[in-house]
Structures are given as C-alpha cells and as structure tokens.
C-alpha cells in the first residue's frame, strides 16, 4: 500500500486541525495551505456612514482571551504541521496585521526557514469606514520551508513567468477579494466571512506544487483550497471543526470539474529536464569525430573527438571548459557557444541536446 493511500486524501476531517494533524502520518503531506483565525480583536459594532452594519468577523473561533493564549494556539499547530510535511515541503500562512508578525516569530522559533513574504494587494478592499486609519488594502502571506536545509522544494518558475506575460514573478500579488456569484451564501447569507478567492488559491498552487501532491488545510472553512486541488489534479485533506463549514465545502466541491490530466501540464524549469552530456549527442551519431564546432561570430572553431571532448588547438576538454579557455573565461554554456554548420547556416548544438532530451521524455 502506498503512502498516499494509507492518508485521507480527497477528504474533509471533523475536528481539532492539532489533534488531526498528529493523527497523520509523518512527512506525509507536500504542501501545507493555513488560513488561520486572525485573532482581529474587534470591540463593538463597525457601522459605515449611512448607519448601515458592517458585517466583520466577530465569530467565535476568531476570539482569544489574549496574546498568551494565541501564541500557544499558533505554536502548537505549526509544531503539528512541521511534523507531518515532507522534508522537501513548504508551508504556506496567511494573516493580517493582527497576527502576521506573531505568526512569523512563532515559525523562526521553530525552526522554519522564510523563503518570501507575498504582499496580497487588494483591488477592491473594504474603506475604513471611520476614517481614523489607513484603508486595510492587503494580507500578508509567509511562505517557508522547514529548515534552511530543506533540499528539492517545489517552485514552477517559468510557469508563473509565463503566467506573467514573460516577467518573473513579484511578491506582490494584485488579486480582488472574493466577491460576486464567487462568495459563498447559505440563507441568503455569507457561509464563510473570511471565505478566500479561488484565484489566490490557484496562484499558490500552481507556484509550489505539482499534479498529483497532497495540500494539507488544517483551517478548511468553506473548501477554497479543495475546490482548487481538485480543480488541478491535486490531493487534498482538508481540517475543520465547524460542521456547518464542511457541509458547504463538500457540497462546493463536489461541483468543481477537474481538469484532465493531459491539460495539467505546465511550463516546466530547464532545472528539472533531464541532464544530457555532450557525449550523448556524438555517439547518437548527430554529430560526429572530426566535424568542426564554432562560435556565433566564428572567431573560435574546435573539433569534435570521439569521446565527446573537443580540442582547439593546444586546448582540450569538454565543450564547457573549451569554450571558457578560448575566450579567457571563468565558466561557459558549451551548449550555446558552439554551433555547427547546417546546409551553410550556423546552428547552436542546443537544438541537438533538445532533440536527445525529446527523445529521452
């Protein structure tokens, strides 16, 4: 039986996400998503200019008796999530003002290692009704991994770059709040107030995970991170301990249509194609002993020899250390500095690591 089969994947858990967590089994899940209470500390009723009633978050798992009584909450559920995420896993933790800077000492005292800090910019925040503060217009999201050791973790990259019009990738994300047919309603009613955008959820997703991963949400709520797990091809095992939550959430869920497996694939990172020596090339026969290599401007040229090494006059080696010590260089991309002649046009021998790699996937 795999590992996977003896989790409860594609699941929702009733009740305590600590003591649910611990019932997991170790280094088991790929990716931790938490939306944990922001312990907001509200006084009173919020009312906008017209009398009208602001409808803020005032339920009861959001209240604390004090800072003491948070702090503990927050380290005994990231000392839960720590041992239950993979070596080679991130956890992913988004708050406000009210906590964000607890939740962050709480990881660094537990060993986390912060790998970024994502400002989520609001398009369309609530105003500050009273007029006494700066308009709330972002939350902030820690993303971290268990240990500055953690070795493998998962990041697409060239997948949000290509995501991004062909710019990297910012930490700071402009997305709207969840609004419109997307909020989730019971009774007319919301379901959830701090119910979270889907769009968020897949940008998450899709940097710091891959098909098939399981994401661990030990604060569930109405499902936002399973609608989008299951929406692309991941594994979900959801915790809450509200049963009116689960209820909407199994039923959201339900609804959401997968994608197939075949349109999952994403631009992938060359760091993550497999490693094709020069050698390779030569003895497919794509190249062969005694073909002459030269640069782009053809002001160095080489021959190729039958191990795959190149020699240029008194200079002999592979195609890397050719090419740094005809130009007088520390280091050099051999597979894009030589080229070869093609029907009297000049080819980088990329085009042939590329060819072989094909063949390989």
């Known amino acids: 039986m795999t590992e996977k089969l003896k989790l409860p994947i594609d699941q929702i858990l009733s009740g305590d996400c600590v003591e ?11 990716m931790i998503f938490a ?9 009173g009723e919020l009312r906008r200019p017209d009398d ?12 604390f008796e004090s800072f003491k009584t948070y702090d503990r909450f927050t380290h005994d559920w990231l000392t839960a999530a720590k041992r239950v995420l ?35 910019r609001k398009t369309n925040p609530m105003p500050n009704f009273r007029g006494t503060r700066f308009t709330n217009a972002h939350e902030t999201l820690i993303w971290c991994s268990k240990g500055p050791e953690a070795r493998n973790i998962t990041f697409n990259y060239d ?25 989730l309603k019971v009774d ?28 661990l949400d030990p604060f569930f709520g109405t499902g936002t991170t399973g609608a989008v797990a299951r929406k692309l091809g991941r594994h979900y095992i959801g915790l809450e301990r509200e049963e009116k939550y689960i209820a909407v959430a199994r039923d959201r869920i339900s609804k959401v249509r997968a994608l197939a497996p075949e349109d999952l694939e994403t631009m992938r990172s060359k760091r993550q194609e497999p ?7 030569v003895e497919r026969g794509l190249l062969t002993a005694g073909q002459v290599l030269f640069d782009a401007r053809k002001r160095y040229k080489a021959k190729v020899r039958p191990d795959g090494s190149l020699i240029a006059s008194d200079v002999s080696g592979s195609i890397h250390k050719v090419g740094a010590q005809l ?15 093609v029907e009297g046009k000049s080819v980088s021998i990329d085009v042939l690591r590329q060819q072989v790699r094909a063949e390989t996937n």
């Open 86 to 120: 993979k070596d080679s896993g991130t956890l992913w933790v988004i708050g406000s003002y009210h906590n964000i800077f607890r939740v962050g000492a709480r990881l660094q005292d537990l060993g986390y290692w912060i790998l970024n800090d994502v400002i989520w």
């Open 35 to 43: 939306d944990p209470p922001y312990n907001m500390q509200l006084s």
């Open 159 to 183: 997948a949000l770059k290509v995501m991004n019009d062909d710019v990297q990738m910012r930490s700071d994300w402009q997305l709207p709040i969840c609004s419109g047919g997307e909020r």
């Open 20 to 30: 649910l967590m611990n019932s997991l089994p170790e280094k088991s899940v790929d």
């Open 327 to 341: 130009q007088g260089a520390s280091t050099c991309n051999g597979w894009t500095f030589w080229h070869f002649d």
């Open 52 to 63: 009208s009633f602001v409808d803020a978050v005032t339920d009861d798992w959001d209240q």
């Open 275 to 281: 490693r094709i020596p020069f050698g390779s090339v």
């Open 188 to 215: 007319g009613e919301k379901a959830h107030t701090t119910q979270k955008p889907e769009a968020l959820l897949y940008r998450i997703l899709t940097a710091a995970s891959t098909p098939g991963d399981v994401i």
